[in-house]
């Protein structure tokens, strides 16, 4: 079944470490997305993808970058962490106009 | 750009009760509407979507919403809910006009008591 995975699922680091969260999807989608999830605030989007080497920013991208080589692959990359930045990170991929956003299990991300 | 408003934080109701989570939106042109559902440490499940057509949208788990235009409401039912209901909603809405971006709320919880 196609599907699409989050790794880490748990990370814990520093602060002003980089660090990098993979997304990976199957269904070869054209369009990819970065949310993060904090409490009273939703999901909030950081940067989107429309396909190969198309990458946009959201409502919360700084300090977050994105990088689009392939169909399958939508890296995040936090260049230099901030405790602002602990939260849980959500990839989702859709494919066409009707935007059904298929999510992945989110990665937990913790920044001491 | 769009907005949403779930006015509702967390909806507390006994099993069997009916229930209605409210949704509002902000836009200056046609959306498409959508309610996910996330349960404990998980990622988001589409439950339904308002695309065109009819106004009363059914979707899983014996869910359905209401597209109210005049408005600007997209609240979620069930008439009868159960303990496996229990779970975080989201309200989301996106312009019809290109783009794929969806804008959230800002969450209901759902708990459902015996």
């Known amino acids: 079944d196609a599907e699409i995975t989050q790794s880490p699922r748990h990370k814990i680091t520093e602060t002003g470490r980089q660090v990098t969260l993979a997304c990976h999807q199957t269904w070869n989608h054209n369009n990819m997305f970065w949310y993060r999830q904090d409490l009273g605030h939703g999901l909030r989007l950081i940067h989107y993808s429309y396909g190969v080497q198309d990458t946009n920013k959201g409502e919360v991208s700084d300090g977050y970058s994105v990088s689009r080589s392939n169909t399958e692959d939508l890296p995040l990359t936090l260049e230099s962490a901030a405790s602002s930045q602990t939260s849980v990170y959500f990839c989702?991929?859709?494919?066409?106009?009707?935007?059904?956003?298929?999510f992945g299990e989110g990665s937990r991300l913790t920044v001491l | 750009a769009q907005s949403v408003t779930q006015l509702d934080s967390q909806v507390p109701v006994f099993e069997e009760a009916p229930v209605e989570l409210r949704c509002n939106y902000s836009s200056s042109v046609s959306v498409y509407l959508f309610w996910y559902v996330q349960y404990p440490n998980q990622g988001l499940q589409l439950l339904l979507k308002?695309?065109?057509?009819?106004?009363l949208v059914k979707g899983i788990n014996g869910f359905e919403a209401e597209f109210n235009k005049s408005q600007t409401s997209f609240h979620l039912r069930k008439p009868s809910v159960h303990i496996s209901d229990t779970a975080e909603y989201f309200c989301a809405v996106r312009s019809t006009g290109g783009g794929n971006k969806l804008t959230f709320g800002t969450g209901t919880q759902l708990k459902v008591e015996l």
């Open positions: 308002y695309l065109s057509g009819s106004t």
């Open positions: 989702a991929s859709s494919l066409g106009a009707t935007g059904e956003l298929f």
